[in-house]
């Protein structure tokens, strides 16, 4: 497999390389690369289905670290919420770089493998009986019935929400900060109650947003959004289809895949540039971003995996998948499942990225079409700057002498700047309207001879 031509970290082994691309930080993959050259491990061994290894720790028991290599996936017994875990990640650096020889399997290794192949079957059979439903055998008017009760239960939701709102800005923001988790999950809950999770979800956001100098601003933003929302809804039948279906998108309607599936697909190569795993009330989700070679056209590709269940990791960061991405309805929406068509290794892909100012113009123009966006993929062309002051954030600087502020991904920014060595660079993130998130580096164009 070649070299991914997009890098946080300076490797030249292709499979140590694919290896590290799966840490979710770079302490994990520091720790990863003490670990597996640390002498901790004992009873390593291999089968057809996976690796796995006891690794010594702090606990009195050595750690269960089991692998599945057809999914690059693993589980382990440490405390660590980090997936994967430094323990899976140092297992396969063991495999890759030494080798492990061909033994019996654990009864801790056979159970997993066991539970995670049930799971599986599970899904499967939960897959194919909503195919089933949705193929024609259910009763249109029943379906009729149980859309315009939903339809009914979130309007009441949101005529609640809508007097909540109101009170919050009658009441002032100030005490917001000190409400606490408990004063959103409330009103939370009853979105919830109301099948209105994505509104549920904005909720228990908030307060993440109610802390620095510029919280009440933040603050007010969301609420106001959330109002917007409101009233889009309450005029839902009166929106042009693509603006309705990004509000039934961000009140939580849901839409099956065997639908999106039945959609145009958008023909390309499709490089995966990145993923971010995050973790919200013990949900784990992973997106990767994919950016289209011949249209330019940006997606991003959705897992998520409730406590137990195995996170899907058919699309992974280096792929290049070679056919039909079906985006899902709405105006402005990213997300896409992949249809036909085949993955294979990446090729060298080395897009310059732009300066902020036309990465600001494109966030307006996400906006236009969706008001609730919060996020955008870009890929600007700058040079990282350090703070000259403890305290401040590191911030990227465009040729025309532009800067916006990095995030912290869990990435050592001095990384950017070995990158760089003072020139610009192609940084890929997300955009946070006027924050970027650095994901990844994207080579440098190579000299191709005349």
Known sequence: MSEPPFTLALMSDPAR??????????????AAQRLARSGSWRDVGGSERGIWGLCAGSAAAPYETVVDLAGMDGACTCPSRKRPCKHVLALLLLWTDDGIGVAAEPQFVTRWFDRRSAAAQRAATTIRGGTERGSGLADPDAAAKRAAERRR????????????????VRAGLATLPRAGYGHFDAVAARMVDAQAPGVAGTLRGIPGELVGADWPERALHALGGLRLLVRAHQGLDRLPPDLAATVRSRV???????????????ADR???????????????SRRVWLLGERTGRWAVWLAFAVPGQPMDTSVQPGQLIDGDLHFYPGSGQHRALVGAGRRTDPVPFPPRGEGLAEVRAAFAELLA?????????ALVRGVPVAPDEPGRPWLLADGAGETCSLEDAGTDPWMLLAHSCGDPISVFGEWHGGRLLPLAVLAEPAAVPA
């Not at 540039?273 to 784990?284: G, N, S």
């Open 252 to 266: 939580g309607y849901p839409v099956s895949k065997d639908e999106v599936l039945r959609g145009p697909g958008v």
């Open 369 to 377: 079409a969706d008001p609730w966006a919060s996020r955008m993929p």
């Open 153 to 168: 239960r979130v309007d009441l939701g949101l005529t609640e929400l809508d007097t909540w709102l109101r009170d919050q």
């Open 17 to 30: 390389a694919q290896v590290l691309r799966l840490a979710p930080d770079s302490a994990s993959m520091v």
């Open 270 to 284: 499709w490089h995966a540039l990145a993923a971010v795993d995050t973790i919200e009330f013990q949900l784990e």
